[in-house]
Nanobody, 125 residues
């Protein structure tokens, strides 16, 4: 079974920081090809926040640029979202999404658009 397992959410005060993790789980040959972080606040649509390519290039939504950083550790098959200077408006369920590669005999198989289970981030004093 191929899945993304998220962790790191919780309650934080305004101005604080959190780091979310998104780990690929499944066959030992599984790896993250490229990935994204989204969030969804109550009653709102799911918004794309940050993306990272297979080569490590990154892109951010204007709402989080300069405050959030997406990164990856290929050795751990894990993607991260470092969130600094958090505001009440950042309160949401955060989701990771990634394309995952599995090395099979003689070929590489890619799983497209695998979602994590979501982790709640609450910014409140």
């Amino acid at each position: 079974q191929v899945e993304l397992v998220e962790s790191g959410g919780g309650l934080v005060q305004p101005g604080g920081s959190l780091r979310l993790s998104c780990a690929a789980s499944g066959p030992s040959s599984l790896s993250i090809y490229a990935g994204h972080w989204y969030r969804q606040a109550p009653g709102k649509q799911r918004d794309l926040l940050a993306s990272i390519t297979s080569g490590g290039s990154t892109n951010y939504a204007d709402s989080v640029k300069g405050r959030f950083t997406i990164s990856r550790d290929n050795a751990k098959n894990t993607m991260y979202l470092q969130m600094n200077k958090l505001k009440a408006g950042d309160t949401a369920v955060y989701y990771c999404k990634a394309d995952l590669d599995e090395e099979r005999p003689g070929k590489l198989y890619r799983y497209h658009g695998v979602w994590g289970q979501g982790t709640l981030v609450t910014v409140s004093s």
